[in-house]
């Protein structure tokens, strides 16, 4: 089975920046699409990010637009979310996931990693 760990969440003050990164146990089938997720308390969980393992097109939810970008690793079992300008509004648990159609829709996700907290203050 396809296992997702995230690393590289934490604390960090408003305007700072993150990377997380989403190492997979196998390697990413051409196709398929990658995505980031993110939880803040007391909000629904929204698709902040998504990339398309096969042609390299990427999603940004408005809100982050300009400050993330997400991108693949060379080996292509590794998934990145650079976070730049963050904010209080950027705190959450941010998980990474995969599957075959890149949307919003958590539902159309199949794998899953365990979050990682990420905290702006």
């Known amino acids: 089975q396809v296992q997702l760990v995230e690393s590289g969440g934490g604390s960090v003050q408003a305007g700072g920046s993150l990377r997380l990164s989403c190492a997979a146990s196998?390697?990413?089938?051409?196709?398929?699409?990658v995505a980031w997720f993110r939880q803040a308390p007391g909000k629904e969980r929204e698709a902040v990010a998504t990339?398309?393992?096969?042609?390299?097109?990427?999603y940004y939810v408005d809100s982050v637009k300009g400050r993330f970008t997400i991108s693949q690793g060379d080996d292509k079992k590794t998934l990145y979310l650079q976070m730049n300008s963050l904010n209080p509004e950027d705190t959450g648990i941010y998980t990474c996931?995969?599957?075959?159609?890149?949307?919003?829709?958590?539902?159309?996700?199949?794998?899953w990693g365990q979050g990682t907290q990420v905290t702006v203050s």
């Open positions: 996931a995969a599957g075959t159609t890149c949307r919003s829709d958590p539902r159309c996700y199949n794998y």
């Open positions: 196998t390697y990413t089938h051409s196709g398929n699409c």
């Open positions: 990339i398309y393992t096969g042609g390299g097109n990427t």
